[in-house]
T-cell receptor, first 114, second 112 residues
């Protein structure tokens, strides 16, 4: 089944404790992206990657890191989480090129930083 | 700069009634346009998409959307709503630079 898999689904952590949210896709998509969803703000892009070893900042990159060493994986790293990073996070992937390709989204990771 | 506006934060309809969710965009060229649905506790699922061609687009779950260039709108419609349609709906606009912008969402409540 074509899918984007995120882990964990739920995470409660303490301020300053490094964490990684994993994301993997099995569709050979070039483009991968991380979004955070907050009430009233919709989805905001954190980082994106257009292919292996190619990453760039989205609209709200502060406090986050990413890497793209393999095409299928795109982990999100919070090196020193803070309470304002409490949010619902989504990983998404899609094809690139001339077509209007929609995203396939993961099921989300609800992160609470206390 | 490109942007997406969903003017209605909440909409409530009765089961069996028709539905229209509004989406207005700002973009300098023909955009890629999308509607996604997010059921409670789930990720977003693509309902339909438009780039060119017929301005009335059919999607999954009985939804359709109409692109109106003169009004910069891409409204989502369904003739008869089912209780299972209760969810949050997001409009999105894309561009050739690969950046997709999402609206803030419209939460649909369906009354039995």
């Amino acid at each position: 089944e074509a899918q984007v898999t995120q882990n964990p689904r739920y995470l409660i952590t303490v301020t300053g404790k490094k964490l990684t949210v994993t994301c993997s896709q099995n569709m050979n998509h070039e483009y991968m992206s991380w979004y955070r969803q907050d009430p009233g703000l919709g989805l905001r892009q954190i980082y994106y990657s257009m292919n292996v070893e190619v990453t760039d900042k989205g609209d709200v990159p502060e406090g986050y890191k990413v890497s793209r060493k393999e095409k299928r994986n795109f982990p999100l790293i919070l090196e020193s989480p803070s309470p304002n990073q409490t949010s619902l996070y989504f990983c998404a992937s899609r094809l690139t090129g001339q077509g209007n390709y929609g995203y396939t989204f993961g099921s989300g990771t609800r992160l609470t930083v206390v | 700069a490109q942007s997406v506006t969903q003017p209605d934060i909440h909409i409530t309809v009765s089961e069996g009634a028709s539905l229209e969710l509004r989406c207005n965009y700002s973009y300098g060229a023909t955009p890629y346009l999308f509607w996604y649905v997010q059921s409670p506790g789930q990720g977003l699922q693509l309902l339909l998409k438009y780039f060119s061609g017929d301005t009335l687009v059919q999607g999954i779950k009985g939804f359709e959307a109409e692109f109106k260039r003169s009004q910069s709108s891409f409204n989502l419609r369904k003739p008869s709503v089912h209780w299972s349609d209760a969810a949050e709906y997001f409009c999105a606009v894309g561009s050739g630079t690969y950046k997709y912008i999402f609206g803030t969402g419209t939460r649909l409540k369906v009354l039995a």
